[in-house]
């Protein structure tokens, strides 16, 4: 495995490279481009790049009003901002107007760490979850970022992007290939499912495959980069072969990963599952790893979900 | 300058608006009835005389482009698109009818003609940066026109707004505020009070100008200074009335949504 990449680097120089090849792109920032690095979108373009100050609200109807005039605006702010300060005007503005703006918000849950509990989104996609057509994704790993990000390009209408920021492992290669909407088999095991979401999850989910390994278990492992449109059949298909599932997100577990999952589950196939996340709790301040055993969000509490589904698939 | 003959032509105009939008209104029995008059000598003047527009092709790149931030006042501009003939004049009695093209609040998918969606107060001038941000990167020309509602100024992204478009030196925006003095739930000095609007918006750093916003010929002297003012967005406040032309209602703190039947629609478009 290549080393690790610093994910907000990814994000940057495949904007930048995007904005060559697509003159439509335009970058939107609230004072926080120190954030998010993306001084070289700026150097280079700096007529296409807009740093409205502390506003993220107008940030996105001004998104949005670039959009009606045919270009495909970026907007940069932290998750917490994007989903709960922007809500109306992403809804309204953009998406209810069937335009085409890219929300990313960074520093998704947990990896807001030193920022504490004010900026620490456990809710983001519970809340954009409810906007009909828009598509929601976190990307994984660097390659992943890259991929879904083209991916996004050429898809017209209203994404939001949760954008870990800090490094991430490299997880694919160069060759594989991404879709919205089409989770990624990392693993394939036969015995219960973990359906993750994100850098930290999809990475613990991993480690936790190892651990029930170690234990007999074999443990497919799914990134389920989109989390809207939910992977309908990939749900469908790993209920079908594995008959226990364990979902696995950096965030609330109300109306993210886990409820989507469980929506298909019991409208197709009811199947033993469980849900890692956070459990009605508000952020705190701390180091990552400080906060991932603080709210859960660890190997060993997939494991322990793991195999209390198992049980219940027993007598299933 | 306005000649005579222009002037008593588009004082007919607005009064065949004025007409158009009591009679959809009336023909539904409810609707904004308040804020759509109080916008209808802006809109006549800026659709018959400075936009330049194509019915034909409502899309066109480089048009000139109205963001009707209130977007509540859709049925004024409804009457003015018909009238243009960017669709039938038929269509005004489908207003807010299920199924239909003319919605309560503008909605840039369904009506041609209509720039932008709008109805969450607040974000017109917003998404009206946006496109004058596109146009000057495309080296469009155009205006971008907004019309603010005086109760819709109380939303704090209007002043997010107004300094970015002074920020961005957007000169190409000409907005105006409807300054009626009631919003919906009464006169605002007693609600929410704006008060010195004027030099809220000079502080901003826009080039300011105050006028009847029923009086075609101030509306058009302060639409022309806009258009030549080489580096900042333009505020036109505009003294207006709510309810204006409608006798029973102008002025009335109750006429921001109110029932009409059409009888007495059509005894109001009598005495115009």
Not at chain 1, 71 to 86: H, M
């Given at each position: 495995?290549?080393?690790?990449?610093?994910?907000?680097?990814?994000?940057?120089?495949?904007?930048?490279?995007?904005?060559?090849?697509?003159?439509?792109?335009?970058?939107?920032?609230?004072?926080?481009?120190?954030?998010?690095?993306?001084?070289?979108?700026?150097?280079?373009?700096?007529?296409?790049?807009?740093?409205?100050?502390?506003?993220?609200?107008?940030?996105?109807?001004?998104?949005?009003?670039?959009?009606?005039?045919?270009?495909?605006?970026?907007?940069?702010?932290?998750?917490?901002?994007?989903?709960?300060?922007?809500?109306?005007?992403?809804?309204?503005?953009?998406?209810y107007a069937r335009l085409n703006v890219k929300l990313v918000g960074s520093d998704p849950g947990v990896t807001a760490a030193l920022n504490g509990g004010t900026h620490m989104a456990f809710e983001d996609m519970g809340i954009m979850r409810t906007i009909p057509k828009l598509v929601i994704f976190e990307p994984s790993d660097p390659i992943s970022l890259k991929k879904l990000m083209h991916a996004c390009v050429e898809y017209y209408g209203c994404t939001y992007m949760r954008l870990h920021r800090s490094f991430a492992d490299v997880l694919y290669d160069e060759t594989d290939d991404f879709e919205l909407g089409k989770g990624k088999v990392l693993r394939q095991g036969k015995d219960v499912a973990l359906i993750a979401t994100g850098v930290v999850m999809v990475g613990e989910a991993?480690?936790?495959?190892?651990?029930?390994?170690?234990?007999?278990?074999?443990?497919?492992?799914?990134?389920?980069?989109?989390?809207?449109?939910?992977?309908?059949?990939?749900?469908?298909?790993?209920?079908?072969?594995?008959?226990?599932?364990?979902?696995?997100?950096?965030?609330?577990?109300?109306?993210?990963?886990?409820?989507?999952?469980?929506?298909?589950?019991?409208?197709?196939?009811?199947?033993?599952?469980?849900?890692?996340?956070?459990?009605?709790?508000?952020?705190?301040?701390?180091?990552?790893?400080?906060?991932?055993?603080?709210?859960?969000?660890?190997?060993?509490?997939?494991?322990?979900?793991?195999?209390?589904?198992?049980?219940?698939?027993?007598?299933? | 300058m306005l000649d005579e003959k222009t002037l008593t032509e588009l004082t007919e105009k607005a009064k065949e608006i004025r007409a158009l939008t009591i009679d959809a209104i009336g023909y539904l029995g409810v609707g904004h009835l308040g804020g759509s008059m109080s916008v209808v000598e802006v809109l006549t003047m800026l659709y018959y005389r400075h936009m330049d527009i194509d019915p034909a092709n409502p899309r066109k790149v480089d048009r000139d482009q109205l963001v009707l931030s209130k977007g509540h006042a859709g049925p004024t501009l409804y009457s003015v698109l018909a009238d243009k003939g960017y669709f039938p004049k038929e269509w005004l009695h489908t207003l807010n009818r299920g199924g239909t093209r003319l919605p309560s609040h503008c909605d840039r998918n369904l009506t041609p003609g209509i720039d932008m969606t709008t109805g969450s107060l607040g974000q017109g001038l917003s998404a009206a940066i946006g496109i004058a941000l596109s146009h000057r990167l495309d080296g469009i020309a155009s205006k971008i026109f907004v019309i603010i509602g005086d109760g819709e100024s109380n939303e704090g992204q209007v002043w997010e707004a107004a300094q970015a478009a002074s920020q961005f030196k957007l000169n190409h925006i000409i907005a105006f505020t409807d300054y009626n003095k009631l919003q919906l739930d009464g006169f605002m000095h007693e609600i929410m009070n704006i008060e010195d609007l004027t030099s809220k918006w000079v502080s901003n750093g826009w080039f300011v100008q105050r006028i009847n916003g029923?009086?075609?010929?101030?509306?058009?002297?302060?639409?022309?200074?806009?258009?030549?003012?080489?580096?900042?967005?333009?505020?036109?406040?505009?003294?207006?009335?709510?309810?204006?032309?409608?006798?029973?209602?102008?002025?009335?703190?109750?006429?921001?949504?109110?029932?009409?039947?059409?009888?007495?629609?059509?005894?109001?478009?009598?005495?115009?």
């Amino acid at each position: 495995m290549s080393k690790p990449l610093e994910m907000r680097a990814v994000y940057t120089e495949t904007l930048l490279q995007l904005g060559q090849m697509d003159e439509r792109i335009v970058l939107l920032e609230a004072d926080l481009m120190r954030a998010t690095g993306s001084k070289n979108f700026k150097d280079e373009f700096p007529h296409r790049t807009f740093n409205v100050g502390v506003a993220e609200a107008n940030m996105v109807s001004i998104s949005a009003g670039l959009s009606s005039a045919g270009k495909l605006p970026f907007a940069n702010t932290f998750a917490c901002f994007a989903a709960r300060r922007t809500f109306d005007q992403f809804f309204i503005s953009a998406n209810y107007a069937r335009l085409n703006v890219k929300l990313v918000g960074s520093d998704p849950g947990v990896t807001a760490a030193l920022n504490g509990g004010t900026h620490m989104a456990f809710e983001d996609m519970g809340i954009m979850r409810t906007i009909p057509k828009l598509v929601i994704f976190e990307p994984s790993d660097p390659i992943s970022l890259k991929k879904l990000m083209h991916a996004c390009v050429e898809y017209y209408g209203c994404t939001y992007m949760r954008l870990h920021r800090s490094f991430a492992d490299v997880l694919y290669d160069e060759t594989d290939d991404f879709e919205l909407g089409k989770g990624k088999v990392l693993r394939q095991g036969k015995d219960v499912a973990l359906i993750a979401t994100g850098v930290v999850m999809v990475g613990e989910a991993l480690k936790a495959a190892e651990i029930l390994a170690e234990k007999g278990i074999s443990a497919t492992v799914v990134d389920m980069h989109t989390i809207k449109p939910i992977d309908r059949d990939l749900v469908i298909q790993l209920a079908e072969t594995c008959g226990a599932i364990v979902t696995c997100e950096n965030h609330q577990i109300v109306n993210g990963l886990g409820s989507a999952v469980a929506e298909v589950l019991v409208e197709e196939i009811p199947t033993p599952m469980a849900r890692v996340g956070v459990k009605d709790l508000f952020g705190e301040v701390g180091t990552l790893d400080y906060l991932k055993e603080r709210f859960g969000l660890t190997a060993a509490v997939i494991v322990e979900h793991a195999e209390q589904v198992l049980e219940k698939k027993k007598s299933h | 300058m306005l000649d005579e003959k222009t002037l008593t032509e588009l004082t007919e105009k607005a009064k065949e608006i004025r007409a158009l939008t009591i009679d959809a209104i009336g023909y539904l029995g409810v609707g904004h009835l308040g804020g759509s008059m109080s916008v209808v000598e802006v809109l006549t003047m800026l659709y018959y005389r400075h936009m330049d527009i194509d019915p034909a092709n409502p899309r066109k790149v480089d048009r000139d482009q109205l963001v009707l931030s209130k977007g509540h006042a859709g049925p004024t501009l409804y009457s003015v698109l018909a009238d243009k003939g960017y669709f039938p004049k038929e269509w005004l009695h489908t207003l807010n009818r299920g199924g239909t093209r003319l919605p309560s609040h503008c909605d840039r998918n369904l009506t041609p003609g209509i720039d932008m969606t709008t109805g969450s107060l607040g974000q017109g001038l917003s998404a009206a940066i946006g496109i004058a941000l596109s146009h000057r990167l495309d080296g469009i020309a155009s205006k971008i026109f907004v019309i603010i509602g005086d109760g819709e100024s109380n939303e704090g992204q209007v002043w997010e707004a107004a300094q970015a478009a002074s920020q961005f030196k957007l000169n190409h925006i000409i907005a105006f505020t409807d300054y009626n003095k009631l919003q919906l739930d009464g006169f605002m000095h007693e609600i929410m009070n704006i008060e010195d609007l004027t030099s809220k918006w000079v502080s901003n750093g826009w080039f300011v100008q105050r006028i009847n916003g029923h009086d075609l010929a101030q509306i058009d002297l302060a639409i022309e200074r806009a258009k030549n003012e080489p580096l900042r967005p333009s505020m036109i406040v505009m003294d207006t009335i709510k309810g204006k032309g409608v006798d029973f209602a102008e002025n009335q703190s109750n006429n921001h949504n109110m029932k009409l039947d059409y009888e007495t629609a059509l005894a109001a478009i009598a005495k115009l």
